[in-house]
């Protein structure tokens, strides 16, 4: 079995992995920090399992399950994840994983869930093999062929006479990004939405063009379907590209043979053609945040880590989430915790430097000053103001 982890946390990956080899040293583990290291390893290798967690830099574990089910019919998903809302849990077995884990994994549940797993790989791996090879082959193919056809550049005698009868009408659309750097990710997003939103509103395929653009070959259902599906792509991709994009398109075309002269064209115009933004609001930006937060309170949290989840700068993103929150990025992070030391004191069997440690503090000094600062009185006061009068409500 080869099992892809998935999580921005190494602790969880690793620790995930180590009980899983134990068990089962003759399968295949491969782990990615991040859903763009997914995407290559998913491209490269042939994963038949992917356990991933929800909140990551870039894009959540359901959005990367959700853009990868049509490449990766096959693969079975088991969402990880620190959060205990029915919302996730309702949303991945409707897109269909087969589990839902809450951290901390127990070891005994994780291999279990293994267990359960392999007899449904074991049944479709013959059957798989053989269909993913031959769609990928057809796909390269198709794709080199094409990619040189529409640049204008000779093909070395292969026959396109099955792809012209199968599109005697014809519109194509490209998506063009503008970034400074390598863009693995984004294309496999363009590339599964696109691939999704032509089979839904007609036939044709997808190819990648160049490293930043990739174009489609579309004959639609219905005449003048292509607005609206231009409009649900304009959607998708300000929900879930991180970086600016362009959306062109040709007119019905009913020749193969002007397909060079109107890529160049799209090429041209794109020069005059203005760019299109990731449109999540501020709001929703500084939800995922605290989100994260809120899961991750008692680790080493950081402002540029968090930054990261949501894909902004940390300058920026410090300003947004003081404007949206009334608090600083450390203040709110300080003032979660103690309101979670202030719970955990009303347990007369924890030590306080348990509490230290389940907050986020290894020094119980410290932690002790802090709570002090924020409420006036030290840990223990508290505690024994709690225990004077049981049925007064502490503050």
């Known amino acids: 079995m080869k099992i892809l982890i998935v999580d921005d946390e190494s602790v969880i990956r690793e620790g995930i992995m180590r009980t899983i080899q134990r068990a089962y040293p ?21 994963i038949e399992v992917v356990l991933t967690d929800i909140l990551m830099p870039g894009m959540t574990g359901l959005e990367l399950m959700q ?5 990766y019919p096959h693969i079975k998903w088991v969402i990880i994840s620190a959060y205990s809302e029915f919302a996730y849990a309702k949303e991945a077995m409707t897109l269909g994983a087969i589990d839902y884990l809450l951290k901390p994994i127990g070891k005994q549940l994780l291999l279990e869930m293994i267990d359960k797993l392999k007899p449904l790989i074991d049944r479709e791996a013959e059957k798989i093999q053989e269909s993913k090879m031959l769609s990928a082959n057809l ?18 005698g292969m026959d396109m006479t099955s ?21 693995h990710l984004e294309h496999f997003i363009i590339d599964n939405v696109l691939t999704e939103l032509t089979a839904l509103y ?61 890529v160049q064209r799209m090429h041209q115009d794109s020069v005059s053609h203005e760019f299109e933004y990731y449109a999540t609001s501020g709001n929703e930006i500084i939800e995922v945040a605290i989100q994260y937060i809120r899961a991750y309170y008692n680790t080493d949290l950081s402002l540029d880590k968090v930054a990261s989840i949501v ?3 940390p300058v920026y993103f410090s300003q947004v989430f003081k404007q949206k929150t009334g608090y600083g990025f450390k203040e709110y992070v300080i003032h979660l915790r103690m309101e979670m030391a202030k719970q955990l004191l009303l347990n007369p069997q924890l030590k306080l430097a348990d509490i230290s440690e389940r907050i986020g503090y290894q020094d ?20 024994q103001e709690c225990r004077v009068d049981a049925r007064k409500a502490c503050p």
């Open 311 to 313: 894909y902004l700068n």
């Open 163 to 183: 792809m012209i009868n199968n599109h005697p009408r014809f519109q194509l659309v490209m998506v063009k990004m503008e970034s400074d750097r390598t863009l």
């Open 364 to 383: 119980v000094k410290h932690f002790t000053q802090v709570f002090r600062r924020k409420y006036n009185v030290t840990p223990t006061e508290y505690r």
């Open 26 to 46: 003759q399968y295949d583990i491969y782990l990615a920090a991040s859903p763009e290291e997914a995407v290559q390893l998913l491209r490269s290798c042939p």
């Open 202 to 262: 007609g036939t044709g395929f997808v190819t990648t063009f160049d490293a930043k653009s990739l174009l489609g070959l579309i004959t639609t259902n219905e005449e003048n379907a292509l607005d609206s599906m231009l409009e649900e792509l304009r959607n998708c991709l300000k929900k879930y590209i991180r970086v600016p994009f362009q959306i062109m398109h040709s007119e019905v075309l009913h020749d193969f043979d002007g397909i060079p002269a109107e």
């Open 67 to 71: 853009l990868s089910k049509a490449s």
């Open 139 to 156: 796909k390269f193919l198709r794709e080199a062929v094409f990619q040189r056809w529409a640049s204008g550049l000779d093909i070395g």
